[in-house]
Every structure is written in C-alpha cells, then in structure tokens.
C-alpha cells in the first residue's frame, strides 16, 4: 500500500510569489490535514480536509488556503510569500471516519519551502 | 481545546543508557495520546499510541511509554537507546468522540552520543 506522497520535496521562492503544494493521501484515506513544521514553533496545525470539505482550521492568515480533490488528493497554496513562510509543510491522511477515528495521523516525507 | 507541553527542547544521552522523554498535556474531555518520531529529512512516523485499556504502551524499535491520568503525562521511556534512536519526538493528543484533529506538543530532539 503506498504512503503518502508529497511534491514537490523542495522548493525555493521569492517574497511576494506564491507556492502550490500537493499530497497525495493513502489510498482510500478521505481525510488530509495540513501541518507547518518550524525549528521552535513545531508543528502547527494548518487545515483539514474531509471529503472536499474543510472540516477544521488552524490560525494562519488567509494567505494560506487548500483544497481537496474528489479523489482525496490535497493541494495548499500560500500566496504572498513572507520570509516567515519558510517551513517544512507536512501532510498526513486518516481515514476521517468518525467511528473509525483514532487520531492517528500517516504522514509524508514533506515539502521544504525556502523563502529568499 | 487540548494541548500538550514537551518541557525538554533537547536531550543528550550515552548509547545504551536510558532514557525518558516528558510529556504533560491538557484536556478537559478523554482523549487518546501518542508519541511520533522524525528521522532528519523525514515526515513523522507513529511510535506508539494510548486509546484505552493498560496503561503501559509499547511501541516500535524499544519504546513504551505510561499513560497517568492523575499527572496527565505520557512519557516515553527506553531502557537502553542506540545511536539509530537519534531523532526528534513528538508528543500528541487527540480528543476523543467523532473526528477530532491532532494536537503536537514542540518536540524533543533526542541526541544519542555514542
């Protein structure tokens, strides 16, 4: 069974650019979440998607959105690129069934995004 | 809301001795808690996990950890670490009842010096 798949693994940006990310979910996992991964902040919960729908949000400016596909694939897009924005954006799919929910997350390699 | 605390940023131990890695967190409602580890230039990978039942958890690669109620904690313990353990781990609760999402505490950067 694959894991999840995250592209691209890096990526260098300038300020005021923006950046497309994508995940693709363990196959038949409906839910995709979100995590921006900073030295000191940890991980910081970005969104969640549950069947195209955003079931859940993190406190992060409106610069920074997402989307989820009919087939559970993910993408988050952060316009207005700030030097704050460097970050390793994580992915992680579950299930998201509410009676099979256990919490537990399967997550990808991430996305390296430098902002110069 | 939840949270989780990681009092120590960084931990330093000899290869073979043991080691402990704190973790409190915060929840006025039950919850399920686990520990996650990340290798350099990796995503996070689960370690172990608490939903219900025995207190005493063990998990991949030597790790258990204890889940106590009374001091909200739920630290991992190995009883002997190898320089392979070098890696950060990270403490997380989720509530528990419908979907919930996952808190992350700020991790501990475990350095096993050989």
């Known amino acids: 069974k694959a894991g999840v798949t995250q592209t691209p693994r890096y990526l260098i940006k300038t300020r005021g650019q923006q950046v497309t990310l994508s995940c693709s979910p363990i196959?038949?996992?409906?839910?995709v979440s979100w995590y921006q991964q900073t030295p000191g902040q940890g991980l910081q919960f970005l969104f969640e998607?549950?069947?195209?729908?955003?079931?859940n949000k993190g406190n992060f400016p409106g610069r920074f959105s997402g989307r989820q596909f009919s087939n559970s694939r993910s993408e988050m897009n952060v316009s207005t690129l700030e030097l704050g924005d460097s970050a390793l954006y994580l992915c992680?799919?579950?299930?998201?069934?509410?009676?099979?929910?256990?919490?537990?997350?399967?997550f990808g390699e991430g996305s390296r995004l430098t902002v110069l | 809301a939840q949270s989780v605390t990681q009092l120590d940023s960084q931990v330093p131990v000899f290869e073979e001795a043991p080691v402990e890695l704190r973790c409190n967190y915060s929840?006025?409602?039950?919850?399920?808690l686990f520990w996650y580890v990340q290798y350099p230039n990796q995503g996070l990978q689960l370690l172990l996990k608490?939903?219900?039942?025995?207190?005493l958890v063990k998990g991949i690669n030597g790790f258990e950890a204890e889940f106590n109620k009374s001091q909200t904690s739920f630290h991992l313990r190995k009883p002997s670490v190898h320089i392979s353990d070098t890696a950060e781990y990270f403490c997380?609760?989720?509530?528990?009842?419908?979907?919930?999402?996952?808190?992350f505490g700020t991790g501990t950067k475990l350095q096993v010096i050989p």
């Open positions: 992680a799919s579950s299930s998201g069934l509410a009676d099979a929910n256990t919490g537990e997350l399967f």
């Open positions: 196959s038949g996992h409906r839910s």
């Open positions: 998607y549950f069947s195209e729908t955003q079931r």
């Open positions: 929840s006025s409602v039950s919850v399920y």
């Open positions: 608490y939903l219900s039942g025995s207190t």
């Open positions: 997380a609760v989720s509530r528990r009842g419908g979907y919930q999402k996952v808190t």
